[in-house]
């Protein structure tokens, strides 16, 4: 997973805080879709978010 979170920071344009928070939005959204089809639990959703927002703060350093 952390893989894919540093991918998905790689082709995400994520430069201004707005797009930072869209991109977060429709990240949302996505995973509670998957979450309500219970393709995933709520555990790994908390797990990529945090892996996504760990590849994108490295982004920054």
Known sequence: MKHFAEAVIAI?????????????????????????????????RQDLRRHIAGAYLATLM
Not at 12 to 18: D, G, P
Not at 29 to 34: A, M, P
Request: without cysteine.
């Open 12 to 44: 995400a344009s994520v430069q201004t805080r707005k797009s930072r928070n869209r991109f977060f939005r429709e990240y949302d959204r996505w995973t509670d879709r998957l979450l309500r089809l219970a393709l995933i639990d709520l555990e790994e």
